[in-house]
């Protein structure tokens, strides 16, 4: 069996074996929960390391595997990585084994929050290694519907109903519209296969018909951008993270969040090139209301969790313009950033999160000095803001700086760069710096005297492993763009105009691209 | 003739005649033993059944009334299925049912009959008859518990609806016999061409439509279904919401794709229409719902409509996706109403607070009750997931053949009401785990063949959910027997 399926499959099977383990031990809960993480987490470190000497198969993805699942739709269990997913899987891996050692704040009904972190752990990881568009689908909504579960049972503060109703209406539209489009691809192409390097292999062969494309398109780009909190449908998302529980917040604003960027650069480019084209330039001008918009709105904020919600939303943007640039500089940056983002959300939240436990509050106005009673967790806050503001050394810095390079190699983005780029770095280190301002320095209240740090080296690891991760990354950002660039040239080579131009403008009838597909 | 294609009805109707006999033989105290024994038996024959080799011919007996071919045997598995599992619901209930016990199991094994003979019926006096059977036995069901007011309201409004519909049903009959001379769905299917224009002709297959509509409880005749779900015993309702439905939906997918095809394909708009607002309406009324029994109620219509996107969809694809929901709604129903028998027997409040800590007095209930309800709402890895994955794609595959902007409204009206029932069905499971100081904490003992019908579902929601291909092959069989 395929690495891959290992990655996905431990903490799907740790999560079956909880069911069984009593309530009560809540040791042995926990223990499993931290293995079966940490496990997957060395697989997929493994297999990032080995990627490079794996052999591709003839579509260019390495560790493939493939089961026939229902044969009459053409769907079968189908996993590999190549450029694109490879960082994501190795981010998920990791920031799954930090979120479950962060979960040491879960004082109630343990059992039920760690079965449904390892589900959301080993939905996500599937999903994103799934080469075949049911699961891909099936897996992400899988890790999808307990984040809305752990908000609504383990979430904080007075306005945890409303942010778990918001959340779930949103994302579940967004999953359904994105639902629809995935089957709308599916039949438009003719072949009766769910597998998507076969989809895009036709998609060359037999281009999509355009008026077709620029109905399939919007459905995914909007249905899966609702899911990543593109402007003006990001509103869930910083009230949503504001209160779920710390291990969720870093699961979904550092993961699965990242499976509808990752779903429009596999799936949606490749195969809808023409539309893709097409929306490129109106996509650029949503990511401005994420960068520039959401970026005033997190300059307001006073408290600090819908601080960084706000500033991740921010970060999405920036992703975005990647996207829209359609140029191997400004995707590659774009899958960059996914990578980067996970590890800095994950960071963030499990700090804030930490602060929370300690202190009881987030209300910026409330806390102030903290960095005296809390040395490594305010020296690491005060880094992850700097790496939030995009400071060189951390990996988001590499990836947007790629992004605006990219972007401005696009004479129609140049207004679009500009405000983009004045955007993440102005007004981001703006609430950024302000932020570590009153938290961190100043007068230390009275009622925090007492506050601990995190002292021993159990507690420490998960932040530092995070940190070392954006680092490691940050100062060897090849080990990434090395695996990133090929793949992503074959997917701007597909996208770009020259290519895009062979293809016919005229409407294939679906009749006559199914009767094709029987006779092959 | 070939009397032998019957074999099965004739075995299960004399079952019904023994459950009646046992019960002057058998002491009061030990009469759960004859449900035990129905179950036994019809468990017997649905094996048989499932072991005897499939030949995929059809072959038919009384002059063409009677069809046995796949669309037939699928759905006599699925309604044998659905027997079992609520007789072993009746047997939990027999302690609410003040006298009469064995008449209740054996108007089930009855009921069990019509909707056999609807599955094979081929002629409207067929389907006449087999729906009569089926819907005089539910008349008695209905109102079992005579002492109840409230059963004998759902009686008795059961009992003038059922009687107005099938009065439509007949004169439709009446109306399409006067126009075309025929009665037979294969002959009708041959002449019904010619008829096309006669206004006469066309209100008649209306009328049948509208008779069946109330079956299945599509908008806008699906009035008496919450009313009628919430009085009837509960065993009764869980049997009208999965066979009786089950089987107007077999004879709807017979009168339009075997009679009438020809009028059927002019009828897309209408049918699109009627699923619209059929899975609107369910979905919106059942939100502020606090009565269990009626939530499910309007759950079932909001359900009636997504299984008629299928029905809309015009094509084999779209049947067989109705058929593969149905049987992943078969379980998931049961699992649900099971919980509810099980739960609320000794209740007279059916509010959904009354599950407060089901988590703690029973997990296993708890935990049924919620797959039941993820399972309805539509989420991975349960079956309504891949039903309504299977109905959403034939819709759009008809909207792309077409091009027919209504079909892809449709999509998103289905969509919509997916997301509306998200809010009520996770009422249901956080009333489970998460409301306030519960009133009742007492652990709840399940007998053991409670137990096993409760896997048997988990089971089966989960087999479909994740895999279908067995079942989907099935159902494509089947659904090539209607030929559009």
Not at chain 2, 317 to 324: H, N
């Amino acid at each position: 069996m395929s690495i891959l399926t290992y990655i996905a499959g431990w903490p799907l099977l740790a999560a079956l074996a909880l069911i069984v383990v009593p309530g009560n031990y809540r040791v042995i809960i926990r223990a499993i929960a931290v293995l079966a993480t940490f496990i997957s987490a060395v697989l997929a470190v493994k297999m990032f390391c080995a990627y490079g000497s794996a052999i591709p198969d003839g579509d260019g993805y390495r560790f493939v595997e493939q089961i026939p699942w229902v044969t009459s739709l053409g769907i079968s269990y189908h996993v590999g990585v190549d450029g694109l997913n490879v960082g994501l899987i190795l981010m998920g891996a990791i920031v799954a084994f930090a979120a479950t050692l962060c979960s040491w704040e879960i004082q109630s009904r343990e059992k039920e929050f760690y079965i449904l972190l390892l589900v959301m752990t080993g939905g996500i990881l599937g999903a994103f290694a799934s080469l075949d568009l049911f699961f891909f689908y099936f897996l992400h909504e899988l890790a999808l519907v307990p984040t809305f579960i752990m908000i609504g049972v383990w979430g904080r503060g007075s306005r945890r109903n409303y942010a778990t109703f918001q959340i779930t209406l949103y994302l579940s539209i967004g999953a359904l519209i994105a639902l629809l489009g995935l089957i709308a691809l599916y039949l438009q192409s003719g072949i009766h296969s769910f597998q998507i390097p076969d989809l895009i292999r036709q998609a060359q062969a037999n281009p999509m018909a355009v008026n077709a494309q620029n109905i399939i398109f919007p459905l995914l780009l909007f249905g899966f951008g609702i899911l990543v909190s593109l402007w003006p449908f990001h509103s869930w998302a910083p009230l949503g993270y504001g209160v779920a529980p710390a291990p969720t917040a870093m699961l979904h604003a550092g993961v699965i969040k990242k499976f509808g960027l990752y779903a429009i650069i596999r799936i949606a480019l490749p195969i809808l090139p023409q539309a893709a084209q097409h929306w490129a330039q109106f996509l650029a001008w949503l990511c401005i209301g994420n960068i520039v918009y959401v970026g005033f709105v997190a300059m307001r904020q006073k408290d600090l969790n819908l601080l960084i919600g706000n500033s991740s939303v921010a970060h999405m943007g920036i992703i975005f313009l990647g996207i829209a640039s359609l140029n191997i500089i400004g995707v590659t940056g774009a899958v960059l950033i996914m990578v980067a983002h996970g590890f800095l959300a994950a960071l963030t939240f499990a700090l804030s999160g930490y602060i929370y436990q300690k202190t009881g509050t987030l209300e910026i106005s409330e806390l102030g000095g903290l960095c005296r009673r809390l040395p490594f967790i305010g020296t690491l806050l005060l880094m992850a803001a700097m790496a939030g503001c995009g400071l060189p050394g951390f990996a988001n810095f590499v990836g947007e700086a790629t992004v605006f390079f990219g972007a401005w190699s696009q004479p129609a983005l140049h207004v679009v760069t500009v405000l983009a780029v004045w955007g993440a770095l102005i007004i981001g280190a703006v609430y950024m710096t302000r932020a570590v301002r009153h938290i961190l320095h100043g007068p230390l209240p009275e009622k925090f005297a007492q506050v601990p740090d995190a002292s021993n080296l159990w507690r420490q690891l998960p932040y530092a492993l995070l940190l070392v991760s954006l680092l490691v990354f940050g100062f060897f950002p090849r080990l990434l763009s090395d695996k990133i660039r090929p793949d992503v040239q074959k997917i701007t080579d597909m996208v770009s105009p020259t290519a895009t131009a062979k293809a016919t403008p005229i409407r294939v009838e679906i009749a006559q691209v199914s009767q094709s597909a029987v006779q092959n | 003739m070939n009397t032998s294609l019957i074999s099965l009805e004739i075995f299960v109707i004399g079952l019904g005649l023994v459950l009646m006999l046992a019960d002057v033989f058998v002491a009061p105290e030990r009469r759960h033993f004859i449900g035990y024994a129905a179950i036994g038996a019809l468990a017997f024959l649905l094996a048989t059944n499932l072991s005897s080799a499939n030949t995929g011919l059809s072959s038919t007996a009384f002059n063409g009334m009677f069809v046995e071919d796949g669309l037939a045997i699928f759905f006599k598995r699925l309604f044998m299925l659905a027997a079992i599992l609520v007789l072993f619901m009746a047997v939990e209930f027999s302690s609410e049912v003040k006298a009469g016990i064995t008449e209740y199991y054996s108007l089930i094994v009855f009921a069990l009959s019509g909707m056999l003979f609807a599955a094979s019926a081929n002629d409207f006096v067929m389907l006449f008859v087999s729906v009569e059977l089926i819907t005089v036995t539910f008349y008695i069901l209905t109102s079992f518990q005579r002492s109840r007011l409230t059963a004998l309201e759902a009686g008795v409004k059961y009992l003038i609806l059922g009687a107005l519909s099938s009065a439509f049903l007949v004169f439709g009959i009446a109306l399409i016999w006067g126009t075309t001379g025929k009665l037979n769905f294969t002959e009708l299917a041959a002449v019904a061409p010619q008829f096309e224009q006669s206004k006469v002709f066309l209100l008649g297959v209306l009328l049948v439509l509208v008779g069946l509509g109330f079956k299945i409880s599509a908008f806008p005749f699906q009035i008496w279904t919450p009313d009628v779900y919430q009085g009837a015993a509960t065993p009764t309702t869980a049997f009208l919401a999965i066979g009786s439905k089950a089987a107007g939906f077999v004879l709807l997918l017979r009168v339009l794709f075997t009679a009438v095809p020809t009028v059927t394909a002019n009828w897309g708009t209408l049918l699109i229409f009627i699923s619209g607002i059929t899975i609107l309406y369910g979905n919106l009324c059942a939100i502020p719902q606090r009565n269990l029994k009626r939530l499910m109620g309007y759950s079932s219509i909001a359900h009636a409509g997504y299984l008629l996107l299928g029905v809309a969809a015009l094509s084999t694809t779209g049947q067989s996706a109705v058929l593969y929901y149905l049987a992943g709604y078969l379980f998931t129903v049961l699992a649900a109403f099971t919980v509810v028998v099980l739960v609320l027997r000794q209740t007279d409040i059916e509010d959904i607070s009354a599950l407060a800590g089901l988590n703690q007095r029973s997990p296993l209930l708890a935990a049924s009750m919620t797959i039941a309800m993820v399972s309805l709402a539509g989420l991975p890895p349960m079956a309504g997931f891949f039903g309504k994955f299977l109905l959403l794609k034939s819709v759009i595959l008809k909207a792309q053949e077409t091009g027919n902007h209504g079909y892809y409204c449709l999509a998103f009206t289905a969509i919509a009401g997916v997301i509306i029932s998200l809010y009520y069905y996770f009422g249901v499971v956080r009333a489970i785990y998460w409301s306030k100081d519960p009133a009742d904490l007492s652990p709840i003992v399940l007998s053991a063949p409670a137990k096993v019908s409760l896997w048997a579902c988990i089971a089966g929601i989960f087999w479909l959910g994740m895999f279908p291909n067995t079942v989907l092959n099935l159902a494509d069989e089947a659904a090539h027997v209607l030929g559009i």
